[in-house]
């Protein structure tokens, strides 16, 4: 299963809402995962089943979606959310999107 | 407290082997399904395989570009993670991370693997 990721890249303010798409190459149901890794650091996971908020991860970071797509929201985006954000398929196997980078202006 | 170790990487020549292990605590490892994910420099996350629990049948899955050259072990009495590498390409140069995934979210610090003459 192929994940598609869009956009690659994302210049976007402070207190902006950004949205990253993630699309699977066949339905997936809701197996989906979002994770978030800064420079140097091990990815985090922020959603689970595509809409399930880990614990402890700020309720500005949102999931929703099933099938073939999904989103990422980050309703206000804030200094700290610069990072690179996967997407992961769990329905078969795993797999990653090819990541977002998301930048502050 | 959660901990993974990742250990045994290194400059290895094309074509040659190497082991990486995962040294784990903190959690009940012989329940987990546990995986190894690599990220080569600059690039993106790639999953290389996972391992079932025992009692889910204890066995392992890979990916496209390893099957067939890389084999994920388990040892439960130790609580430790192995990932026996062999027929290395230069595309095998990567970061390679331990993790149990959602919702448990445990990640090692990773070892890096370098394939090189």
């Known amino acids: 299963i192929q994940l598609t990721q869009s956009p690659s890249f994302l210049s976007a303010s402070v207190g902006d809402r950004i949205t990253i798409t993630c699309r699977a190459s066949q339905g997936i149901r809701s197996y989906l995962g979002w994770y978030q890794q800064k420079p140097g650091k091990a990815p985090k996971l922020l959603i689970y089943?595509?809409?399930t908020l880990q614990g402890g991860v700020p309720s500005r970071f949102s999931g929703s979606g099933s099938g073939t797509e999904f989103t990422l929201t980050i309703s206000s985006l804030q200094p700290e959310d610069s990072a690179t954000y996967y997407c992961?398929?769990?329905?078969?196997?795993?797999?990653f999107g090819g990541g977002t980078k998301v930048e502050i202006k | 407290e959660v901990q993974l170790v990742e250990s045994g990487g290194g400059l290895v020549e094309p074509g040659g082997s190497l082991r990486l292990s995962c040294a784990t605590s903190g959690f009940s490892f012989s329940d987990a399904w546990m995986s190894w994910v690599r990220q080569a420099p600059g690039k993106g996350l790639e999953w290389v395989g996972r391992?079932?629990?025992?009692?889910?049948?204890?066995?392992?899955d890979y990916a496209a570009p390893v099957k067939g050259r890389f084999i994920i072990s388990r040892d439960d009495s130790k609580n430790t993670l192995y990932l026996q590498m062999n027929s290395l390409k230069t595309e095998d140069t990567a970061l390679y991370y331990c993790?149990?995934?959602?919702?448990?979210?445990?990640w090692g610090q990773g070892t890096l693997v370098t394939v090189s003459s």
């Open positions: 391992i079932k629990s025992k009692t889910d049948g204890g066995t392992a």
């Open positions: 089943d595509a809409s």
């Open positions: 993790f149990r995934g959602a919702p448990y979210d445990y």
């Open positions: 992961q398929q769990l329905n078969t196997y795993l797999t």
